[in-house]
Nanobody
Framework: QVRLVESGGGLVQPGGSLRLSCTVSGSHFSVNAIGWYRQRTLLAAISFGG??TYKALAKGRFTISRDDASNTVYLQMNNLTPEDTAIYSC?????????????????WGQGTQVTVSS
């Protein structure tokens, strides 16, 4: 059973930045990657081997990364706009090596609220 806990959300002004964290614990033999979602739209995914996938919505402003020592996957978000206001969640899933496609499994964190407002 994969357990995921997000943190790092909050209120930020337009043009600002936030870094979201997803701490992974438990047995994760059934997944090989972690994806970050806005609502239920995939933004980016990173495999346990470090290979990344970015959807168009995230390219250029968002960066996904991982820290193996702390079992944490990060989503760095820059130049935020009010349209980025949403609940962000991480998911445990499967990333296909050659195509980079990501398939979510039924492992979700509780989500973290991001609000972009002046």
């Amino acid at each position: 059973q994969v357990r995921l806990v997000e943190s790092g959300g909050g209120l930020v002004q337009p043009g600002g930045s936030l870094r979201l964290s997803c701490t992974v614990s438990g047995s994760h033999f059934s997944v090989n990657a972690i994806g970050w979602y806005r609502q239920r739209t995939l933004l980016a995914a990173i495999s346990f081997g470090g290979n990344t996938t970015y959807k168009a919505l995230a390219k250029g402003r968002f960066t996904i990364s991982r820290d193996d020592a702390s079992n944490t996957v990060y989503l760095q978000m820059n130049n935020l706009t009010p349209e980025d206001t949403a609940i962000y969640s991480c998911n445990g899933g499967l990333r296909e090596y050659y195509s980079g496609s990501y398939t979510p499994m039924d492992f979700w964190g509780q989500g973290t609220q991001v609000t972009v407002s002046s």
